[in-house]
């Protein structure tokens, strides 16, 4: 056993948590105040090699670890989710079906401009009626004369719509199996392909200067070598792709909680109250202990789910129960961060109030918590 | 050209700081290490001046400091520094500026150099003093408190900062520099730069492999602690109660044309 991280990892961890204090966090109460996508983050989060960070060097990224992936992930969304949900979605969602499942050509002409942070990709899994069954994706795509004509409706596309957005990676249908259900393909659908169309940004409860859409196929026509991986394979392409996502989402909640965590803690130390700062009441030392308690066993989970993945081992099961213990405690943390604030951890001059704001959805977005709960349940072999 | 940085390894600057009542020195366990900030601005001078140089420019970093200190010296490896030398030796212990001044002096001689340039100070003593005595000891003319450096063949030009304002100044190569916090803005490392320092040489060297003598450390230190005190806590501000915001701009001026402001 060995807890202390490499010389690389602990540079990486504070390089993002310098660039997270000074650049992202006086930025965030404004992005979200505005629901506006940080352009100019992006660009500086990918001048320091970001957003290629786990890809090969020789596909334009900085070649570096899932631990230290998950460590920049996590001290970019103590300073903003926002911004550190652009950031996962870009590099776990959008990057990695390219890197996994290109071919050289496809690793060329989209992975390389991704992992560089000159463009942005969707993942299109989740659609208006196939959300936790993404099995039951009804949109269609059908080869004709060298072409698939795609026909159907993506929801909640992150990244899928910022100017720098260069297209979306879907699943269709593309046949029948011999069994007689669904065969489902990737494909990847670039931006200006006619007949393909974003919606407006959805106006959010949190996240909300992160960019997400939905998208609209009509006919939409591209090339046939723009097929991702094997044909029939999408569903399962995604859902590998997904067990990976899953650390990110737990280095989100568990960076999350940390800011909520170390804003309460400060809090509690300058507000006074009946003569004396409220740090000094042992029912706010109490939930400060449990905060720091549930954050750390978190955080715990999370790396561990990076080392089995960096160390080739089965990861699936850790990376969901980091996922969802993470994504609870991220909960429990940001409740209490308000608790502690009283009436002003419910004004927006308060980072708290938007935390708060911003948890939620890492219970629902890449598997709820209940289909986490089915994740692990099939993997104990229930 | 040959650039050299010197830079210091200090206690975290946003940590507590405390002084040992026996030893008479800072305490430096338990506190995290990093890059004295004030170097961060003499290393992003001497990128700046390599990158528009380009050619065979080189900018090597000179710092004395327990081997264990490493990890630090690589953030400037990989903020794009070339190489790293490292005096570590257990008798450098104790030593203050002028033997400081000293060693370093024999180590960037030994590696040699065109430039070489320093922040104005260290956050832990916070003497400035060190660019004046190396530039001394190394026998080349020191432009210190500069705001602006560059290199027009094989002279430096720089502004320095005054009281008042800035003086231009020159002086032919070789020779030393040390640079202000206006003068430029530190990069940060790139995951590139981190994942490329790896590759790049730190010389560890003993104090008598860099041909230095007793000079150095607790015996050689010419200069003594002979005790310290906590500076009084500073009083509360004057505060003015102005009837509206007339009264009380008037107030802020009588005050700055009092202190010299305007
Ligand atoms: C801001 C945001 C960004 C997103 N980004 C993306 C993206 O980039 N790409 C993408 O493809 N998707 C994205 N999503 C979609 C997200 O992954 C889905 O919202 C999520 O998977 C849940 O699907 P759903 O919303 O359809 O909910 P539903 O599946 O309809 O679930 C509703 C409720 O029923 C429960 N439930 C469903 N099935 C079961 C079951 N079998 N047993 C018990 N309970 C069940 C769920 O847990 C949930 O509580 C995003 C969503 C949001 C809000």
């Known amino acids: ?382 | 050209m040959k650039i050299v940085v010197t830079v210091k390894l200090v206690p975290d600057t946003n940590a507590d700081k405390r002084i040992d009542p026996e030893t008479k020195r800072l305490v430096r366990t338990g506190v995290e290490t990093v890059l004295n900030p004030f170097d961060e601005y003499a290393l992003e001078a001497a990128l700046q001046l390599k990158e528009k140089a380009g050619g065979d420019t080189t900018v090597t970093v000179v710092t004395m400091a327990p081997e264990n200190g490493k990890e630090v010296v690589r953030k400037a490896l990989a903020m794009g520094a070339d190489d790293a030398v490292m005096l570590s030796d257990p008798q450098a212990e104790g030593s203050d500026v002028w033997g400081t001044a000293h060693a370093l002096a024999k180590a960037i001689a030994q590696n040699g150099f065109d430039l070489v340039v320093c922040g104005t100070q260290s956050t832990d003593a916070i003497t400035g003093e060190l660019p004046g005595m190396l530039a001394e000891l190394l026998g080349v003319p020191g432009l210190t408190y500069l705001r602006k450096l560059e290199i027009d063949g094989t002279t430096v030009r720089a502004e320095r900062e005054t009281d008042n304002g800035y003086a231009r100044i020159s002086a032919p190569l070789p020779a030393l520099a040390s640079v202000t916090k206006s003068i430029n803005e530190p990069r940060y490392p790139s995951l590139r730069g981190i994942m490329g320092a790896k590759k790049k040489t730190i010389a560890v060297r003993t104090l008598a492999e860099a041909g230095v003598g007793q000079e150095i450390g607790n015996a050689g230190a010419r200069t003594e602690v002979t005790g310290f005190e906590t500076p009084p806590a500073r009083g509360k501000g004057e505060v003015y109660q102005a009837a509206d915001a007339v009264a009380g701009a008037q107030k802020i001026l009588e005050f700055l044309r009092e202190k010299k402001f305007v």
């Open chain 1, 1 to 382: 056993m060995n807890f202390d991280l490499t010389a690389d990892q602990r540079a990486i961890q504070t390089l993002c948590r310098d660039f997270a204090e000074n650049e992202v966090k006086p930025r965030a109460e404004e992005m979200d105040a505005q629901a506006e996508f940080p352009y100019d983050l992006v660009k500086k989060m990918a001048d320091l090699g970001l957003m290629g960070l786990p890809f090969p060097e020789e596909y334009g990224g900085a070649g570096a670890d899932t631990i230290s992936y998950a460590l920049a992930v996590m001290e970019i969304s103590r300073a903003d989710a926002s911004t550190g949900i652009t950031l996962a979605a870009h590099v776990s969602l959008g990057s990695t079906p390219f890197a996994m499942f290109g071919t050289e050509e496809q690793k060329q002409k989209y992975l390389v401009p991704l992992a560089r942070g000159e463009m942005l990709w969707g993942f299109g899994l989740t659609e208006p009626q196939a959300g936790s069954d993404a099995g039951g994706t009804r949109t269609r795509a059908e080869l004709r004369d060298g072409s698939w004509i795609i026909n159907g409706t993506k929801a909640f596309i992150t990244n899928s719509g910022t100017d720098l957005s260069g297209g979306t990676t879907i699943t269709a249908i593309t046949g029948t199996d011999e069994k007689g259900r669904p065969e489902i393909s990737n494909i990847a659908v670039p931006q200006d392909t006619p007949g393909f169309t974003r919606s407006k940004k959805y106006r959010k409860m949190g996240w909300k200067a992160s960019d997400t859409r939905e998208l609209a196929f009509e006919d939409a026509r591209v090339p046939e070598d723009m097929l991702l991986g094997a044909r029939g394979r999408g569903l399962k392409q995604f859902l590998k792709i997904l067990d990976g996502g899953r650390i990110s989402v737990a280095a989100l909640s568990v960076g999350l909680a940390m800011g909520a965590y170390e804003e309460a803690l400060a809090y509690a130390k300058e507000r006074r109250q009946f003569g004396q700062p409220i740090s000094k009441f042992q029912a706010i030392q109490f939930k400060l202990a449990d905060m720091l308690m549930e954050i750390e066993h978190a955080k715990l989970m999370m790396l561990r789910a990076a080392w089995e993945k960096d160390n080739g081992r089965e990861f699936e099961m850790s990376a969901s129960l980091a996922k969802l213990y993470s994504a609870e405690v991220s909960r429990r943390v940001v409740n209490e961060a308000v608790q502690i604030h009283g009436g002003y951890g419910f004004m927006d001059e308060y980072p708290v109030s938007r935390m708060y704001r911003d948890q939620k959805i890492n219970e629902i977005g890449e598997g709820t918590n209940e289909v986490q709960r089915l994740v692990i349940a099939r993997l104990m072999g229930l």
